[in-house]
């Protein structure tokens, strides 16, 4: 049974970079994409991207410009950078299992299944 | 503004049947398949329903889910209070070389 444990700074000032990492235990790990989504307080669920174990990353396109996710194979984690956060980014992140590699998302699930506990994380002066 | 559109709320009484729906365009619900989460208060979201009608181990089959061309739709028959929870759809879109794209989530209410 798969399971995702994230750790990460949970304070932050504006200006400064996000650092987020999830391990994931049990299951395959080559086998799927990974992902981040975060929840600010009160308000829904927002995807920001994932990777699979080769590197290749797909990123939301309103926050790509400051978004870097990466993998770290050896040890079965993956982690995400946000850069530049102001008060608009303090939220819940969760990293999630996303889609199984090479799948057609017309005829099977894409969205993420298996999800972490959350970080809150946030922004202020 | 979320991509898919979902009621802010939705309220039955113990017993009744509630559905959500969720709406979308050709580009996601109208090509792929939908998730259906339930998210109570202070944890992580869980998944309830993932390729648009299948239950994950555990989940019981008072949850179903249904699609219809770019509307996909969450009934929960048999009302329990411990069903009061946040409810989100989700969907792969294959716009933009492809992203994820959730709903603004329904606030269910029993009675």
């Known amino acids: 049974q798969v399971q995702l444990q994230q750790w990460g700074a949970g304070l932050l000032k504006p200006s400064e970079t996000l650092s987020l990492t999830c391990a994931v235990y049990?299951?395959?790990?080559?086998?799927?994409?990974w992902s981040w989504i975060r929840q600010p307080p009160g308000k829904g669920l927002e995807w920001i991207g994932e990777?699979?174990?080769?590197?290749?990353?797909n990123y939301n396109p309103s926050l790509k410009s400051r978004v870097t996710i990466s993998v770290d194979t050896s040890k079965n984690q993956f982690s995400l950078k946000l850069s530049s956060v102001t008060a608009a980014d303090t939220a819940v992140y969760y990293c999630a299992r996303g889609r199984m590699f090479r799948v057609d998302c017309s005829s099977t699930s894409c969205p993420p299944d298996v999800w972490g506990k959350g970080t809150t994380v946030t922004v202020s002066s | 503004q979320s991509v898919l559109t979902q009621p802010p709320s939705a309220s039955g009484t113990p017993g009744q049947r509630v559905t959500i729906s969720c709406s979308g365009s050709?580009?996601?619900?109208?090509?792929?398949?939908v998730n259906w989460y339930q998210q109570l208060p202070g944890t992580a979201p869980k998944l309830l329903i993932y390729s648009n009608n299948q239950r994950p181990s555990g989940v019981p089959d008072r949850f179903s889910g249904s699609k219809s061309g770019t509307s996909a739709s969450l009934a929960i028959s048999g009302l329990q209070s411990e069903d009061e929870a946040d409810y989100y759809c989700?969907?792969?879109?294959?716009?933009?070389?492809?992203?994820?794209?959730f709903g603004g989530g329904t606030k269910l209410t029993v009675l």
């Open positions: 989700a969907a792969w879109d294959d716009s933009l070389n492809g992203h994820v794209v």
């Open positions: 050709s580009s996601n619900i109208g090509s792929n398949t």
């Open positions: 990777i699979n174990h080769s590197g290749s990353t």
């Open positions: 049990g299951g395959s790990f080559s086998g799927y994409y």
